[in-house]
């Protein structure tokens, strides 16, 4: 029955993976198949199996690609262009010949009933799978460590990278900041911070010059780039829009500073 | 039994075209892993056929192996796009030329 329910969740899942644009969605789908298949070890008398899956699989290496898309870009996606001409046609054609000739080769065979772990799980299934681990397979076992030596030796060669330039100390930094100063005039003080408003005190939102113009260099570059910034002018017109509401009427009243009309950045980019 | 056979041998047919089609280096490696927890689960299916606990062994010894491959795979991947700037599998092409 938990077959029935998870094997069409789990194909569904698995071809996702061909068809989604973006390598964290092929993340998601994948841990999708991981945790049905461990349910699918603990209905195969697995318990020890079904542990591992989830621990070692989907919560180490699926964190671990994870991490590595995060540091990649998640927005590197893949590009449409064929390098081999027909290639994917072709893949498709060979993967579909491929399933075709498994299934069929599968379906004429018969198993036979199955024997069952009940007797092979006798006493714990933990402790049957040490029983065998330690005994019949311990050189196998022995080699795995070197084998996981190796790996963590080779990843941490990979990542390794030799410093080509003197670290910069902070008195570096600030001589830097100083010579910018005397020769291109770049502010050398801290960057204005984002959202000083009596309604709005929120980091996307820029703060606004004595002049009325938003401080373009008080919110952060990452959220201009994603476009979500409320921009000072709005800001001035809700402003505007709660005195209406306490009654008071908006031309009356002192100019609220940046209001729409009023330029947007009249500022020199500081840094 | 047949049915986890079979679902293993799709699953194991998805993860091969996955390798096959998608550009991105990262993705074909999670193929792979694809690959890889398909052919667990013939293992522990079969442990279950025969009665006996070999299967989940080396179902077992595939996962050790699969996370070193991962570590060093992704390592590499990490070290390509550092210098190249690019994960797909299409710009490490240096050596053909």
């Known amino acids: ?271 | 039994m047949t049915e986890y056979i079979v679902l293993s041998a799709i699953l194991f047919t998805i993860g091969c075209v996955g390798v096959l089609t998608r550009r991105n280096a990262i993705v074909v490696f999670m193929c792979i892993e694809l690959m890889l927890n398909a052919c667990n689960l013939a293992l522990v299916t079969f442990a279950k056929q025969h009665g006996n606990l070999d299967g989940q062994i080396a179902a077992f010894f595939v996962m050790v192996v699969a996370a070193a491959e991962v570590v060093i795979g992704l390592a590499i991947i990490m070290t390509i796009f550092r210098t190249r700037r690019s994960a797909s599998v299409d710009d490490a092409s240096l050596l053909k030329y």
Do not use: C
Not at chain 1, 6 to 14: D, K, Q, R, S
Not at chain 1, 56 to 76: E, K, N, S
Not at chain 1, 238 to 251: A, H, K, T, Y
């Open chain 1, 1 to 271: 029955m938990t077959f029935w329910i998870l094997a069409p969740i789990m194909v569904a899942a698995a071809l996702g993976i061909l068809f989604v644009r973006k390598a964290v969605h092929a993340a998601m789908l994948l841990a999708i198949v991981m945790l049905s298949l461990a349910v699918l070890y603990a209905v195969l008398d697995a318990p020890f199996l079904f542990a591992v899956q989830i621990i070692v699989y989907t919560g180490a290496i699926l964190m671990l690609f994870l991490f590595v898309l995060m540091l990649v870009g998640v927005d590197a996606s893949d590009s449409v262009v064929e390098t081999i001409k027909g290639q994917r046609a072709l893949a498709t054609i060979l993967g579909l010949a491929l399933g075709a000739v498994l299934v069929t080769a599968l379906s004429q065979v018969t198993l036979g009933t199955a024997v069952g772990l009940d007797e092979a799980n006798a006493g714990g299934n933990i402790e049957q799978l040490a029983n065998i681990l330690f005994s019949r397979y311990v050189f196998a076992f022995e080699a795995t460590s070197a084998l996981l030596i190796t790996a963590a030796i080779g990843a941490m060669v990979l990542a390794h990278r030799e410093r080509l330039t003197p670290k910069e100390t902070q008195a570096s930094l600030a001589a830097q900041r100083m010579r910018d100063y005397a020769e291109t005039g770049k502010h050398p003080g801290p960057l204005p911070a984002p959202g000083v408003y009596a309604r709005h005190n929120a980091v996307d939102t820029p703060a606004l010059l004595p002049d009325g113009s938003a401080a373009e260099s008080s919110v952060s570059r990452v959220l201009v780039a994603r476009g979500v910034i409320r921009s000072g002018p709005a800001m001035a017109d809700d402003i505007d829009e709660v005195r209406r509401q306490l009654g008071q009427d908006p031309s009356e009243m002192p100019e609220t500073s940046g209001k729409s009309g009023a330029p947007a950045s009249t500022e020199e980019d500081v840094k």
